[in-house]
C-alpha cells in the first residue's frame, strides 16, 4: 500500500470510529406501535396506505424513507401531541416496496427505523416517547446526568452520577451500558492524564496522537478538541524550530548541535524527518570518521621513486581502500623536455644503447585495507591493518635522440629529420602486500611489492623489475 493511500485508510478508518462513538452516547427512543385492531385507511381505488406517528415530547420528528424521496406528510396538534402523518404508495408500475423503511430522528436520540411492509388500505400507527423525560426517576437523571459530564471531560463527576444510578432499583432491571460508561470514563481519564504528561516533557507528537485517540472516543468534548489543537501547534513549532535550527548549524559546520536537534526530529516524527535523516547520516559519517582518525597521508620511501605519497582509510569495523603513487625526477623532466636523451648507438646493429637504469619512473596502486588487530578504544594502543592489492602498475623508460640515417642534407623532402628521438617504455604489473601500523596519530607502513614487465630492455629493465620494499610514515586525521 502506497504511504498516501495508508494515510488516507487510516483518516477514513477514524472518522468511522468518530461517528460510531457519538452514536454510543446518544439516548434511545421509545417506539412503540399502538396500531387499534381493525385500523384502515380509506383511500377508495388507490394503491397507498397510512402511517401515523403521535409524539408528546418537546423535541420535535424528522422523517424518512428510503423508498420516498418526498414524503406525504403532514403536521398537526392534538392537544399536547403532535401527529405525524404520512400517506405511502403501495404499488407502482415498475417499482418494488420491498425494504422500505421510516426512519426516525431526534436531537440528542440515536436514529430509529421501523420496516413498513405495507398493503393497500393499512393504517398503522406509533407512539414515540423519551424513557427519560417520561419516567424521571434517579436512575435516569443520574445516568443522563453522568452522560452529560463525560461528554464535557468531568470524568471522575459523571463516575459518581453513574455509581448513584447503579445503586437505584431500576439499575438490575432495566438494560443500561452503566459498566461500560464507567470504564470509558476511566480509559479517558487515564489518557488525558498521559496526554498532559506527554504535552509537559514536550513530547507533543505523542500529545497529539493521545488527544486523537480522545477525539475518536470523545468526539463532542470541547475542551478535548482545545487540547489537540494546542498540542498540534505546538508540534507544529517545534517540527520548524528543530529543522530551522538545525539547518543553520550543519550550514555553518556545528554539527554537535545540529545532531542533537536532528535526533530530536526524527524521534518525534518530524514531517521534515527524511531531511533530517540525510543530514544526520552526513555528520556520523564525518564524526565516524574523526573520531577513528579513519584518513590517513603517508610520504612513501623509495630509492628509485623519491617521490611517493599513500591515502589509506584505516577504519576499525570495516574494509577501507588506498592509493599510492611514487615517481622520480626524471618524470619531471620528461614532462619538462629537459631529459637527457641516449645518443649512443651499438655500430655492428645502429640501434640505441641501453643504460643501465630506467632515466624516469613512476608507479601507481589501488588496493585495500583490512583490519587484522584493534585492542579496545584507546587510541595510543597500536592498531593494525593488512594493505594488499593485484592492481598496481610500475613503468620507465629512456629517452633517445640518435642520427637518422635516412637524413640527406641536399635532398629537398623536409619531412626526413636529422635524429630519431623516441621514449622508450617498460610497462610491468606490480602486486603488493603489506602492514599499516597506527598509534594516536602516527602510521607507518610497509608494502612488498614484486614487478613483472610485460615488454623489456635490458640492462634497464632488470633494474626496474626488481622486487621493491616500499616504507611509508605518515599521520591521520
Known sequence: MKPKAGILLTIAFMAMSVCVSAQDQLKTLIVNNITPELSVYPCGDRHEAQVIIRCQEPFDLVLASNYDANLDLTVTTEGPEKVYSIVFKTKEEGTSFKGRQLSIVAEGFRKHYIPLNLSDKEKLEFMVSDPYSKLRSLF???????????????????????????????YPETPNHLDEY???????????????????????????????????????CELVKTLYINANDNFNR???????????????????????????AIAQNNPQASLAGTNLAYIQLKRYKQDNHTRSLSYIFEPDCKIGLMYAGLK??????????????????????????????????????????????????????????????????????????????????????????????????????????????????????????????????????????????????????????????????
Open 140 to 170: 435516569y437523571t443520574a445516568t443522563e446526568a453522568g452522560i452529560s459530564m463525560m461528554v464535557e471531560g468531568m470524568y471522575d463527576a459523571a463516575i459518581d452520577q453513574f455509581n448513584i444510578a447503579k445503586q437505584c432499583p431500576e
Open 182 to 220: 464507567i470504564d470509558k470514563c476511566d480509559s479517558l481519564k487515564a489518557w488525558t492524564e498521559r496526554a498532559a504528561a506527554y504535552s509537559d516533557a514536550e513530547d507533543y507528537y505523542n500529545a497529539r496522537l493521545m488527544y486523537l485517540k480522545l477525539m475518536t472516543e470523545n468526539p463532542n
Open 238 to 264: 517545534v517540527s520548524k524550530h528543530d529543522i530551522d535550527v538545525a539547518q543553520a548549524y550543519f550550514d555553518s559546520k556545528r554539527y554537535d548541535e545540529a545532531r542533537e536537534l536532528y535526533e530530536h
Open 316 to 477: 576499525p569495523d570495516k574494509t577501507g581502500g588506498y592509493l599510492s603513487f611514487g615517481f622520480d625526477k626524471g618524470m619531471i623532466d620528461m614532462v619538462s623536455k629537459n631529459l637527457e636523451p641516449i645518443t649512443e648507438t651499438d655500430p655492428a646493429s645502429g640501434k640505441v644503447i641501453v643504460p643501465d637504469k630506467p632515466a624516469y619512473q613512476a608507479m601507481v596502486s589501488f588496493g585495500w585495507t583490512m583490519r587484522l588487530y584493534t585492542r579496545g578504544k584507546n587510541e595510543y594502543i597500536p592498531k593494525v591493518w593488512l594493505l594488499m592489492t593485484p592492481f598496481s602498475y610500475a613503468g620507465g623508460g629512456f629517452y633517445s635522440k640518435i642520427p637518422n640515417p635516412d637524413y640527406n642534407p641536399s635532398s629537398s623532402n623536409k619531412d626526413v629529420s636529422e635524429f630519431k628521438e623516441s621514449y622508450h617504455w617498460m610497462n610491468g604489473i606490480a602486486p603488493e602486500i603489506g602492514l599499516a601500523v597506527r598509534s594516536w596519530r602516527i602510521v607507518i607502513s610497509y608494502r612488498y611489492q614484486y614487478r613483472y614487465l610485460i615488454n623489456r630492455e635490458d640492462p634497464a629493465s632488470k633494474n626496474l623489475e626488481s622486487a621493491k620494499n616500499l616504507l611509508g610514515v605518515g599521520f591521520c586525521w
